[in-house]
């Protein structure tokens, strides 16, 4: 029998490897399944990773996707540092683009620039809104927040389908379920002619270096990294722990509803049935990549933004199914996890029992 030992000191410099090492072996799992799916190991590796960024407008796409996996990685990033385990990130996006769905809808006949930043702040109550009742329940009843966040995704899905279907639908929509298409002073101006890249790229970048200066150069940011390593430790010296778990559920929630938001005013133009492709659940793939860290989400959102192209890729060049692309992301996550227990811990055989 085996059993796991958790070593003395873990290497730090494997910690900041292992990303690189998942990676590879994802990529080396990944040649076994297409060979298993009789497909090309070379030319799916070429289609999923190297065509969809060979043109500028690829480029551009790159950045459509990570934006909201990039804004939300760095939020949870800095929630799991203090072991708050928000993982209805995914319904805080959509409560985002329900609230800044509905301030461009209220503009919809209006000009000015204030409308933009509005629509904005407006998404990012709606992610905070919710994102408190998770922070309220956990606070005030203890009750779990990975499930109660969970159950609130399904809630907000369901009040985003009632909406779409309802009060917010297009009275000349021939009766689809979709609303208005934005007017222009409601959408996000595009960084490069000829792509689809848009403002919200520069505030996920302002966001991730936010993070980082946030985790390390301010008290509250130790505060997070003490309460969540150490919180008997954090407890005694004063940190309050009610506290953590508002300000870790309430960023994560934020940024959350700001990646909502931004996907209506961005690449979407109107509210749709659906709105996101599961960037709220990938995002935890994001921090986990990234190391729990801000600048490292920021690097893990483009690589799980080039797995959702690659993805749509190699459906249309292969002829793969869709549902390659969470494949990979979740061997991906399973890679990380792995190394992780072999970083934390070494296996030895379990001695017998000397009766």
């Excluded at 960037?279 to 793939?285: K, L, R």
Aim: proline fraction near 5%; glycine fraction near 12%; hydrophobic fraction near 55%.
């Amino acid at each position: 029998m085996l059993q796991l030992i958790k070593r003395p000191s873990p290497s730090k410099a494997m910690v900041y490897l292992s990303p690189v090492l998942a990676l590879l072996l994802t990529l080396c799992a990944g040649l076994v399944l297409f060979s298993l799916m009789g497909v090309s190991p070379m030319a799916a590796l070429k289609a999923f990773f190297v065509t969809p960024i060979s043109t500028t407008y690829g480029l551009g796409e790159l950045w459509v996707k990570a934006t909201p996996l990039i804004l939300i990685g760095v939020a949870l990033s800095l929630g799991f540092r203090a072991g708050v385990w928000n993982i209805g990130a995914e319904g805080q996006l959509l409560m985002g683009g329900i609230f800044g769905g509905a301030a461009a809808l209220f503009f919809y006949e209006k000009t000015g620039f204030y409308i933009l930043p509005l629509i904005l702040l407006a998404g990012i109550l709606g992610g905070l809104f919710w994102a408190s009742i998770v922070a309220f329940l956990r606070t005030q009843f203890n009750a779990n927040e990975i499930l109660t966040s969970l159950m609130l995704t399904y809630v907000a899905s369901l009040l985003l389908s009632l909406l779409v279907h309802g009060p917010f639908k297009d009275p000349d929509g021939f009766n689809f379920p979709e609303s208005r298409i934005f007017s222009d002073s409601a959408l996000l101006p595009i960084l490069f002619e000829g792509t689809r890249m848009h403002f919200g790229a520069i505030i996920a970048v302002l966001v991730s270096l936010g993070g980082w200066l946030l985790l390390s150069k301010s008290l509250l940011g130790y505060q997070i990294k003490v309460m969540g390593d150490a919180p008997d430790a954090g407890t005694h010296a004063g940190f309050s722990q009610k506290k953590i778990i508002w300000i870790a559920l309430l960023l994560s929630g934020g940024a959350a509803g700001l990646a909502g938001v931004i996907e209506l005013t961005g690449p979407i133009g109107q509210i749709l049935p659906n709105i996101s492709p599961g960037y709220g659940f990938a995002a935890i793939i994001v921090a986990y990549v990234g190391r729990l860290h801000p600048i490292g989400a920021l690097f893990a959102g483009l690589l799980l933004a080039l797995s959702y192209l690659g993805g749509e890729t190699a459906q249309i060049k292969l002829n793969l199914p869709l549902a390659v692309t969470g494949v990979f992301q979740g061997m991906l996550l399973f890679f990380i996890l792995a190394c992780d227990v072999f970083i934390h811990y070494q296996i030895k055989p379990r001695s017998a029992s000397i009766a």
